[in-house]
């Protein structure tokens, strides 16, 4: 990610994330990746190709986005509705997460700059709301 604006540490927290949200003996059928943007990681569900016709390309389905503020050096997080608009997630509910893993320091112990934590706690409040992949 150069020339990204995104912290180089909190992306490659994100990647780990990703892959451990499906387990390894599922990942032929369905994996959890990001797209990086400007400002901004696009978590994305990936199929494979259900037909021979459509070619080697699996799909790529937005499922959230993460937004970082450089001058604040703060996450954001969004979800995504059925129209594919991108709406921010209730903050009452990340907040209270982030503030008690905060406090605990349980959340993701490796996490060690200023923005991670916050980060990765969002990341598993959201993941414990939302979805994950059976185990």
């Known amino acids: 990610m150069a020339g990204s ?5 909190d992306a490659e927290r994100v990647r780990r994330w990703c ?12 994996r959890v990746e990001f797209d990086a943007g400007p400002g901004y990681l696009t978590i994305v569900e990936c199929r494979p190709p259900w037909r021979k016709d459509m070619g080697p390309d699996w799909t790529r389905f937005p499922i959230a986005r993460l937004r970082y503020t450089k001058a604040a050096k ?3 997080l969004y ?3 059925r129209n594919l608009r991108f709406h921010r997630y ?8 982030v503030t008690r ?19 990765s706690a969002m990341l598993a ?11």
Do not use: M
């Open 79 to 81: 979800w995504r509705d």
């Open 74 to 76: 703060h996450w954001s």
């Open 90 to 97: 209730d903050r009452r509910i990340v907040n209270t997460y």
């Open 19 to 30: 892959r451990q949200r499906v387990p390894e003996h599922l990942r032929d059928q369905v």
């Open 5 to 9: 604006r995104l912290p180089e540490l």
């Open 101 to 119: 893993a905060g406090q605990t320091g349980r959340a993701f112990p490796e996490a060690r700059s200023r923005t991670s934590p916050k980060l």
């Open 125 to 135: 409040a959201w993941a414990c709301s939302s979805w994950s992949w059976p185990r």
